[in-house]
């Protein structure tokens, strides 16, 4: 086999709940992911060493050098599986970069997923799910796709029934945020103040069993969104206008900076997109379902 292709999807966060600062600089998390038809594709060909090249609309924003979770996906994968192989990796992109949407981890599942086709190598989704969670929080997801409560780094997956399709609107910043600058600000804000141990919302769980928009929608939460707020002020706005718009439930995913909009039905998002897009500080309105799979080979 000379080339292989895997999609894979963004994810928003229905739920993320961040607990205090742990003595290894992390949080404990309660994080409800839930994969959406917003998809990169990373196509991997027989190269003698692991290099990566990006298409697409987000191409001047993505790395190329070794800091490119792909090519660091790649190389954790050679090291595990002990092969000296190479792969040219070709990232196409179309998941927004330093939106909260997790389009690196996105990339690097893809990685993994392709390269270990592509290398014969044989690993279990299980075990590249393990070198994932080397890599970062949200690549283990991205692996795994539908809907899940994430818990300890958010690594810890296990998946949840869905009674969807849920339909949403993402107005896509003109500018991204650090995940890195956003949990400093997130610690800043509430110093000083008690923080509580993070629960999964059973209401929250249950509109996702029923399929109950109206309800998700009111049930939805982000512990960073002060702090991204507080970072790029005109998210206020945005959120805002969508549900102004009627949206039933509005959110900054993860840590931002693309916003996230519940919407009823098909018809109701393309609505919202149509507001959405004229929006100041809006780069682009796009409309998604979920839940979408996870890394997939085509």
Not at 102 to 118: F, I, K, P, T, Y
Not at 230 to 243: N, Q, V
Not at 254 to 277: I, K, N, Y
């Amino acid at each position: 086999m000379s080339s292989v292709t895997v999609r894979v999807p963004a994810k928003v966060n229905v739920q993320l709940s961040v607990g205090p600062l742990r003595a290894d600089g992390f949080h404990d998390l309660v994080n409800v992911f839930h994969a959406v038809s917003i998809f990169d594709e990373v196509v991997a060909r027989e190269s003698r060493s692991i290099t990566v090249s990006v298409t697409g609309g987000w191409a001047a924003e993505v790395p190329l050098h070794d800091g490119n979770l792909a090519v660091r996906a790649a190389r954790a994968l050679a090291a595990r599986a002990g092969c000296d192989q190479g792969a040219e990796l070709v990232i196409h992109k179309t998941i927004p970069v330093a939106g909260g949407m997790a389009g690196g981890s996105a990339d690097a599942a893809a990685a993994l997923v392709a390269c270990d086709e592509l290398w014969g190598l044989g690993l279990s989704r299980e075990e590249l799910m393990e070198i994932g969670a080397e890599l970062g929080s949200d690549v283990p997801f991205s692996l795994m796709g539908g809907t899940a409560l994430g818990t300890g780094r958010g690594e810890r997956l296990s998946p949840l029934p869905v009674g969807g399709p849920f339909h949403w609107v993402f107005a896509i910043a003109d500018a991204g945020l650090s995940t890195a600058h956003v949990y400093k600000e997130c610690d800043r804000l509430r110093e000083g103040s008690p923080v509580p141990e993070p629960r999964a919302d059973p209401a929250l769980l249950a509109a996702l069993r029923d399929g109950d928009a109206a309800e998700l929608g009111r049930r939805l939460v982000n512990d960073l969104e002060p702090a991204a707020l507080a970072l790029h002020p005109p998210l206020a706005g945005t959120l805002r206008a969508g549900r102004d718009a009627g949206a039933l439930g509005a959110i900054v995913s993860g840590s931002g900076a693309t916003c996230a909009f519940l919407a009823g039905d098909p018809a109701h998002a393309a609505e919202l997109a149509g507001v959405l897009t004229t929006t100041p500080g809006t780069r682009a309105a796009v409309v998604a379902e979920g839940p979408a799979p996870g890394a997939t080979l085509v």
